[in-house]
């Protein structure tokens, strides 16, 4: 194991996050501030964030929970939908507020009901975001009922996105969420314009630790965790300095009586020690060395934005995760809930 007791890095950002809406934003964003400089935020609301006015009222309301003296930044994503025009690409290009549009396909995972029900008619659309450089984020499953859900993810690489990457070969694409060794396997046959982005549940889990000895739901997510060998590919990513490969926590708000139901609602909320969460993987991998260009580094490059001016250092300390948190009125379960750490983050400065 690595021996070193504190560790400084540029500050990171997430580019990938679920802040939620009204009421979940005084918990969300504060939580959100604390450890990162910027965040990509979901636009899969209700309704969702299809056009420009929508993303400057909800950045609006974003903006209002942000910690007073904060400069952190949430990025804003469209919504793609069988409707978005390259008009409306264009518009929400020359804003200078939209960084880039998601794709979910219709059905996919929470409040997607109003996503793609057909990929291939979005060509203009993607030509558009290639000619101004915003960047496609793809939710990359399948719905299609005949496909395992275990299998939607390479599904989805076979049969849409080899395509659309040798289409539009300039087109920036993140598969977001990245869960298979068949996504990390396409991601690292393209250029430096396809990226991914890791979440910390798929690092530390797999379906075992889901399923084994009966269901745990606050590991249900979606994409859902998959076997140890792709838990394995991607922990292989992450610590590799990769450019290709960085932080998107994809942390998700659920009330505990959400998770623990017949229905389970899918999403890990990880934005209590999203850091500390990284850093126990990379210090298992002897990786710590790396953990600056998957948190803090690669991102930005990919989205051609500045690093962050502040820094943040983890420093070594057993501490133990709460097994609950506070969510307005409600309670949730947090990703690792009761679980022993063995870093913690520092405020940035």
């Known amino acids: 194991m690595n021996a070193m007791d504190e560790l400084t890095l540029v500050q990171p950002d997430d580019w990938h996050v679920h802040l939620r809406d009204e009421d979940a934003l005084a918990m969300t964003v504060p939580a959100a501030a604390q450890s990162f400089g910027r965040s990509v935020v979901m636009p899969n ?37 069988d409707k978005t025009t390259p008009e409306d690409i264009l518009e929400a290009k020359d804003s200078g507020l939209i960084c880039g549009c998601k794709y979910y396909p219709a059905g996919a995972t929470t409040n997607s009901d109003s996503g793609v029900t057909n990929l291939r008619g979005l060509d203009d659309v993607f030509a558009a975001m290639q000619d101004v450089g915003l960047v496609l984020q793809l939710h990359g499953e399948v719905t299609d009922d005949a496909v395992d859900i275990f299998d939607r993810e390479a599904e989805f690489i076979e049969r849409y996105l080899i395509d659309i990457a ?47 000895g009966g269901m745990r739901p606050h590991l249900f997510c979606l994409p859902i965790l998959k076997r140890d060998h792709h838990q394995r590919a991607l922990i292989d990513a992450a610590i590799s300095g990769d450019k290709q490969f960085f932080l998107g926590t994809d942390s998700a708000p659920h009330a505990r009586h959400a998770k623990e139901a ?46 962050n001016t502040k820094r943040v250092t983890l420093k070594r300390e057993e501490w133990t995760l709460p097994a609950t948190i506070n969510y307005g009125d409600e309670e949730l379960v947090p990703l690792a809930a009761g679980e022993a750490l063995r870093w913690r983050c520092l405020p940035a400065g």
């Open 166 to 212: 040798e289409q539009f070969p300039q087109l920036k694409i993140i598969l977001e969420h990245v869960t298979t060794e068949q996504g990390i396997n396409f991601v690292r046959s393209r250029s430096a314009n396809v990226a991914a982005t890791i979440t910390p549940q798929h690092l530390l889990y797999n379906r075992n630790d889901m399923l084994v």
């Open 262 to 307: 017949e229905c389970c609602s899918a999403g890990c909320f990880s934005h209590h020690a999203p850091l500390e969460l990284y850093a126990e993987v990379f210090e298992r991998e002897n990786a710590l060395q790396h953990l600056e260009a998957f948190a803090s580094l690669n991102g930005p490059e990919f989205y051609q934005l500045p690093l």
């Open 45 to 81: 609301l209700v309704p969702p964030i299809t056009k420009l006015d929508q993303a400057r009222s909800y950045y609006q309301r974003i903006i209002k929970h942000r910690p007073v003296g904060s400069d952190w930044q949430p990025l804003m994503v469209l919504y793609l939908t």
